[in-house]
């Protein structure tokens, strides 16, 4: 597989690391390792040079390089064939994340399996990695890795990894000539480069520190139990869809049974809630959406983009903003931000997260719209605006027929 292509390469990779913070290890910061491994050779359990996945340092070391791990059979490109039993998924609605491509995997250990929840992350064992890859094609309308010469330039990979004492984040970044990654506990920013719509886009990209990492996969208990770290996309509601695999196109949550890594699934895939599919190329499809389509696709895009935060476990849980999918907007409308005075954000003459019919002054298109540090939501995990994104809530909301919000 090619690297990249020599336009690309050109770039080169500047890392301008960010100040060494915290993000966990589990239950609680007293359980949480910030240790960055040295720059000599590898050593320990992750100086094993070859052999199977390396799964004693998977749920003990943190790594200096990705590759120390042997998740995968080309140690060069983590977007393809995954060793052991590390699986391929995808998600209805993918989390937007500066028009960055991924490749996402689940690896479970052998004997293991993951238990099925209705609404949260499943239920992995420890053990667990799930394994996301960030790259930048040339052009967006373009994307993935090919023999034909269709490339992508990698720029990050995040392990999420469920060790004994609960989840810890690492954040990789890939080197100038693509053939390692190293561990960055303090995340760092990556130039790159895009084409978006015939538009160049010049991107700072930034890999998040391990804190942020906790901010947004922050889980705190109702019962006051404290706060955890728990997976984001792995959601039935997000995975209740068609994958092509090596034996032929599968359901993902059927699949992920038949491989022994998922009980508990119902038999009956259609009873599972399920957030339809929305990218960028339906955004020119929005003007012929029902009432009730938009609905379904504003709101399953807000669930992947923005619920990890706005639910009571989460960390805005204070907003009383709730995104998730599951929740009825006819049922809970303040909860979900119709004429909902904002708690913890002001901002002078809007005075309502969403004004039905009125983009114009509802902070959540506001928000949306804007790369202001302070003012741009989601906070993290973007630098430019998802413009497709803001285009289905733009519709969205403008179609919402409801009572006009009172005056503040």
Known sequence: MRRSSSALKALGLALCLMGLSACGGG??????????????????DCGQESGAINQVALETANCRHLSSYRLFADAANPTANPNGRGIAYDLTTPLFSDYASKYRFVFVPEGRAAAYTEHEAFDFPVGTVLVKTFSMPADTAFRGFDASGLDERLIETRLLIHREKGWVGLPYIWNDDFSEAELQIAGGVVPVTTVHNGVQLDIDYRVPDKNQCKQCHQYNAVNGEGST??????????????????SGPD???????????LTGVPVDLSSIQTVPAYHDSDASLLAGKSDAELTQLATGYLDINCSHCHRPQGSASN??????FWRDIHDEPTQRGLCKQPTTYALSGLPYDIVPGD???????????????GDLMPELGRTVVHEEGLALVS??????????????
């Open 319 to 324: 907003t009383g903003l709730y995104m998730e």
């Open 359 to 373: 983009i114009e002054n509802s902070i959540l298109h506001y928000r949306m719209a804007s790369t202001q540090p």
């Open 395 to 408: 519709v969205w909301i403008k179609r919402l027929d409801t009572p006009i919000c009172p005056s503040p």
């Open 27 to 44: 239950g609680s910061a007293a359980s949480e390792d910030n240790s960055q491994p040295s720059h000599g050779p590898e050593s320990g």
């Open 229 to 246: 770290i728990s997976p984001i996309g792995p959601k039935a509601r997000l995975l209740n869809r068609a994958l092509d695999y090596a």
């Open 251 to 261: 359901n993902e949550l059927d699949y992920w049974v038949k491989q022994g890594i």
